[in-house]
Every structure is written in C-alpha cells, then in structure tokens.
C-alpha cells in the first residue's frame, strides 16, 4: 500500500514591523536643521560680505572711492549688513545724486549710484562751485569748468530760488546748447535769461514748460536774430 503524504498549507509570516519615527523625533530632527541654517545664514561666513559690486556711470566720481566711502565689513554675514547705514555713508559723498543697495547670497554687495552732473557754476571765492540741475552746489574746482554756463543770479541773502531756477533750465538744454552758453541769468526766480557765448540773448522767462521751450530754442536758433523771446512758448518772438 502506498502511503499518502499530505502537506500542511505555509502560515504567512508576519512581515517586520518598519521603523518610524516618532513625532517628536521629527520636531527634533527639524530644530536641529534649523538651529544649523540659522548659524549659516546669521554668524557663519559663509555667506559673508567678499564682494562689493558698484554699478553708475561715472564722470567725477571713481568705484574705488565709493567702496571706501561704503565701508562693507567683509566679515559680516550679508543679512546682517546694516545697509542703510551704507547708504547714508555713500549718499554723503557730495557728488552722489541717489544711491541703492542690494545683497545678493551668498556674498555680494551691490551699490547703485547716480551721478550728479553739473549744468553750471557758481563765482565762489577764488573757485567755482558746480551746480546739478536741481540746484544743489555739490563740489569746487579751481579753473573755471569747460563747456558749462556761470549762473549770475539775484543780489540778496537767499539766492536758493534763483538758483534752482537757473538749474532747471540748464538742465533741460541740449547738450550742443548748454556747451554754447557763456551764462544763465536769474533776476528772480521767474526771470530767466541765456547769453550765448556768440552775444545773443533768449529771454526765457519762468521755468515753465521747459522741454517745450527746449525743442522751440532749437529751432528758433537757425533762425537770423540778436534776442529770441520765448517767455511765452506759443508766441515766439525773434529780433
């Protein structure tokens, strides 16, 4: 007789328990990262100050001495970098105009400039004093400044309104225009004149509807004449 074996069906084994951890495992594991991003981005110099970038374009002023004026700690993390204070230091420069600065990780420093350029000068003492288009004296040169206008302005104790004045219609010329004036006069404030360096004379008037009267002098100075009025834009009269 032949004997039957019979086979007990496999008992599934349990499959091992996979390791997870706990909740307060995580929250501690994740205190931790952030313990060490902390002391990268605020105390480690890493992402230290090493480069100071310095973006304008210049005619007085150089890079070099707006990054001495800047004085950015190269050792200082970047989001610690009191740029304010950078920027009031650099602002102070006298031929700044406006200043920006920027950080950029890991490690640069941007500083934006912009230039004051002067549109005319100002008799001071034995030297001259160049003025933006603004009005705002901003530095002395010894030898009187080629291809600007001297401002002679209104005998008095407060000349700031004659001045600006001066500035806002220098600043508008064109560059072949300002180059060719021997001075801008303001009796007042609302008193403009141009003298060209050939003798004649443009009657401006109030320092309105400047660009306007820009385009207008451009053309009117093709024309013959000794005296151009332009006090009023709309009737333009020529002598």
Same mark, same amino acid.
């Given at each position: ?75 200082? *993390? ?27 990780? *890991? ?37 009187? *400044? ?8 209104? *005998? ?84």
């Amino acid at each position: 007789m032949t004997g039957v074996v019979t086979e007990s069906p496999a008992v599934a084994q349990p499959a091992p328990a996979r390791w997870r951890p706990s909740l307060a495992v995580v929250i501690a594991a994740l205190a931790a990262l952030a313990m060490v991003a902390g002391w990268l981005v605020f105390f480690s110099p890493v992402v230290a100050a090493r480069s100071v970038v310095v973006r304008g374009s210049f005619q007085r002023l150089s890079a070099a001495e707006i990054r001495s004026a800047a004085d950015v700690s190269t050792h200082t *993390p970047l989001v610690r970098l009191d740029t304010g204070a950078i920027k009031r230091r650099v602002a102070a420069i006298a031929g700044v105009a406006a200043v920006s600065v920027s950080r950029s990780f *890991p490690s640069t420093v941007t500083i934006r400039v912009t230039e004051r350029i002067p549109v005319g000068y100002l008799n001071q003492g034995s030297g001259f004093a160049l003025v933006d288009k603004t009005g705002v004296q901003f530095g002395t040169v010894t030898a009187t *400044p080629p291809g600007l206008p001297r401002f002679e302005l209104a *005998p008095g104790a407060d000349a700031r309104p004659s001045t600006v004045a001066a500035a806002e219609v220098a600043g508008v010329l064109p560059g072949k225009i300002l180059s060719s004036l021997a001075s801008v006069s303001a009796g007042s404030a609302t008193a403009v004149s141009l003298v060209l360096r050939d003798g004649r004379v443009v009657r401006w008037g109030a320092p309105v509807r400047n660009a306007e009267k820009a385009q207008l002098l451009v053309a009117l100075l093709k024309q013959p004449g000794s005296t151009f009025d332009i006090s009023d834009p709309d009737i333009a009269v020529i002598r």
